[in-house]
């Protein structure tokens, strides 16, 4: 039996056979149409979401969120908070290297007025 015919004929009149293959028929068309995206984004919901992604505990997610770090992965509407995981933790990553380049320029400015 031809596909077309099978999806017009109602559900309830489909053998088991006729129904596992419009089954596998389907999914395999779903396969292609809906396979993982690298590139597609990952959120994170509420400051649960940022402790998880962050590995971290809820008070110091907050403190993150709070210091303005990451706010340009967050966008909140009222009390619900979503975050971009991805970006999130590039601007952390970038935040981070931009401090430890500080400490390392004020350590080496230190030892240059040092005698």
């Given at each position: 039996?031809?596909?077309?015919?099978?999806?017009?004929?109602?559900?309830?009149?489909?053998?088991?056979?006729?129904f596992l293959m419009l089954n596998k028929e389907n999914s395999s068309e779903n396969d292609n149409k809906f396979s993982l995206d690298p590139s597609s984004k990952k959120y994170v919901y509420g400051i649960?979401?940022?402790?998880?992604?962050?590995?971290?505990?809820?008070?110091?997610?907050?403190?993150?969120?709070?210091?303005?770090?990451?706010?340009?992965?967050?966008?909140?509407?009222?009390?619900?908070?979503?975050?971009?995981?991805?970006?999130?933790?590039?601007?952390?990553?970038?935040?981070?290297?931009?401090?430890?380049?500080?400490?390392?320029?004020?350590?080496?400015?230190?030892?240059?007025?040092?005698?």
């Amino acid at each position: 039996m031809d596909i077309q015919e099978l999806l017009k004929k109602p559900l309830w009149q489909l053998t088991t056979e006729e129904f596992l293959m419009l089954n596998k028929e389907n999914s395999s068309e779903n396969d292609n149409k809906f396979s993982l995206d690298p590139s597609s984004k990952k959120y994170v919901y509420g400051i649960d979401g940022i402790a998880k992604l962050f590995g971290c505990s809820k008070p110091t997610a907050n403190r993150l969120k709070k210091s303005k770090k990451i706010d340009a992965a967050i966008t909140q509407i009222g009390r619900k908070i979503i975050v971009d995981a991805d970006l999130a933790l590039k601007l952390a990553k970038t935040e981070k290297q931009v401090e430890s380049n500080l400490i390392k320029k004020g350590v080496n400015l230190v030892k240059s007025i040092t005698p």
